[in-house]
């Protein structure tokens, strides 16, 4: 069953440190008014690549904004996305493309931030089997990936290179066991995960390509919420987002320590060596900190940057053409520079 977390602020001097670097501008009747109940269901169970959220739980920023924030973790049997759509949480941690489905959809859903300015999806190759680029992946084995990414990116990389073929797709069961028996095999895997369980099981260090890097460029991790809901609480909606921007800023690149205590707390097989190592990649390519946001703030958003992503979609055959995707997002809450002094890099 998840673990709710409820906004808490830490005691002694270790907190104190923490909201203080946050430099916190607040109207006073912010600080001053009874906290706003306000819950943020995840795509999965906790982790690194959520330290942001837990962050600003654990160092009070949340509170300084005046919100009692219950984070819902999700997971294989997770439906928090479902649960956004009846009512029952305020935020989801969505995608581009999820978004972008449900204007096609009819579902008035709205993408208010993007955390992600990457998302962290790559594949996986075995070292010294000629995969020196990105395009000699088309001469593996098999592509060992979920159905999820057989509609998307595959579609795109069908699109963009030559040589991908539908027969080269195996199901990935979440099991690394039969990429690594096959050298020639290619496999799924999010960046902060996937790589490190796999030199830890079988002993080298695989070569990654980050499909951001390559031109797939949906952003991730965002922050989701229902238009009805937005349109009648638009200072809720504002205060959530910067109060995450500043959290990760916090986590990234100050004390993360209690943060991730209340990680392990919700998700009790999460270790500190697999939380170093996804800060330390999340860090090295930029998955939160790059483009807009080195400039304009944790969550920046453009309408370029979503219209190339659909345009290129389209292109592939995975949307249609002729979607609204204006509907799908609001640049209001993001891109004002939130957190940009916190981000020591």
């Known amino acids: ?41 995840t795509n999965w169970l906790a982790q690194a690549e959520h330290g942001g959220f837990y962050q600003a739980v654990a160092d009070g920023t949340y509170e300084e904004y005046g919100l009692n924030v219950t984070i819902r973790q999700g997971g294989p049997q997770g439906a928090n996305r479902a649960l956004l759509v009846g009512g029952q949480i305020d935020f989801y941690m969505g995608g581009a493309t999820s978004a972008i489905n449900a204007v096609k959809e009819g ?63 195996t199901p990935y069961t979440f099991n690394p ?22 030199e830890r099981q079988a002993g080298f260090e695989p ?43 916090n986590y990234l690149y100050g004390d993360n320590t209690a943060a991730n205590e209340l990680i392990k707390a919700d998700n009790p097989e999460m270790t500190d060596e697999q939380l170093a190592y996804s800060l ?30 659909y345009d290129n979609m389209v292109e592939a055959g995975v949307f249609e053409a002729g979607i609204d995707i204006s509907q799908a997002y609001t640049t209001e809450y993001v891109c004002q520079g939130v957190g940009v002094d916190l981000m020591d890099q």
């Open 1 to 41: 069953m998840p673990v709710f977390v409820r906004s808490l602020s830490l005691k002694g001097s270790l907190a104190a440190a923490l909201v203080a670097s946050t430099m916190l501008t607040l109207p006073a009747a912010a600080q001053d008014a009874e906290l706003i109940d306000v819950s943020y269901g």
């Open 107 to 169: 579902i008035p859903t709205i993408t208010l931030a993007a955390i992600f300015q990457k998302d962290p999806q790559v594949l996986i190759a075995h070292p010294d089997q000629g995969f020196d680029t990105f395009a000699d992946l088309s001469g593996a084995s098999q592509l060992i990936m979920g159905q999820e990414g057989f509609t998307t990116y595959f579609e795109w990389m069908k699109s963009n290179f030559e040589g991908f073929s539908d027969e080269m797709y």
């Open 177 to 198: 066991a039969p990429f690594i028996a096959d050298p020639k095999a290619v496999q799924q895997g999010y960046l902060t995960s996937e790589p490190f369980e796999i």
């Open 280 to 309: 330390e990649k999340m860090k090295e390519y930029g998955i939160v900190v790059s483009g807009e946001a080195e400039e304009q703030g944790i969550g920046c958003m453009t309408d370029a940057r979503w219209q190339n992503f």
């Open 207 to 249: 070569v990654v390509y980050l499909l951001a890097d390559e031109g797939f460029d949906p952003y991730s991790t965002t922050i989701e919420a229902m238009k009805p809901f937005v349109d009648a609480n638009p200072d809720v909606a504002k205060r959530f987002v910067e109060a995450t921007a500043i959290g990760w800023a």
